[in-house]
């Protein structure tokens, strides 16, 4: 499968953005889809993700700012991020496994595809 990430951009301290990655090639609903990040100089480190239930699971941090959804139809999955601060300021990645057990689905190394990254920058 293959994924394409977009939707970020600059945005003062308190703003919103979504974030989109779409993918194409193969059955997308049956994919786990995630949302990592990079800042500069740090790991990159889990935000959230949805299985192809629909179900969610998110890093402890972005729990009620950060909402990630899915439209199967459209190959797409969403992360709209409210209340953005200055340190979620990164490039915003998203991967796709079909095979992802709960105690991986926080690990980057447990998926295959990866997107290109969007760049979000949150200004103070």
């Known amino acids: 499968v293959q994924l394409q990430a977009s939707g970020g951009g600059l ?3 308190g703003g919103s953005l979504r974030l989109s ?7 997308f609903r049956n994919y786990v889809v995630a ?15 949805i299985r192809q239930s629909g179900a ?11 909402t990630i959804s899915r439209d199967n139809a459209k190959s797409t999955v969403y992360l709209q991020m409210n209340s953005l601060k ?4 990164a490039v915003y990645y998203c991967a796709a496994d079909q095979s ?4 991986t689905m926080t690990w980057s ?12 920058t949150v200004s103070s």
């Open 56 to 66: 969610t699971y998110y890093a402890d941090s972005k729990k009620g700012r950060f």
């Open 86 to 89: 200055p340190e979620d300021t």
């Open 21 to 27: 990655c779409t993918a194409s090639g193969r059955t």
């Open 11 to 13: 945005v003062q301290a």
């Open 35 to 49: 949302w990592f990040r990079q800042a500069p100089g740090k790991e990159r480190e889990f935000v959230a993700t």
């Open 109 to 120: 190394r447990a998926y295959d595809y990866w997107g290109q990254g969007t760049l979000v």
């Open 100 to 103: 992802i057990i709960s105690t």
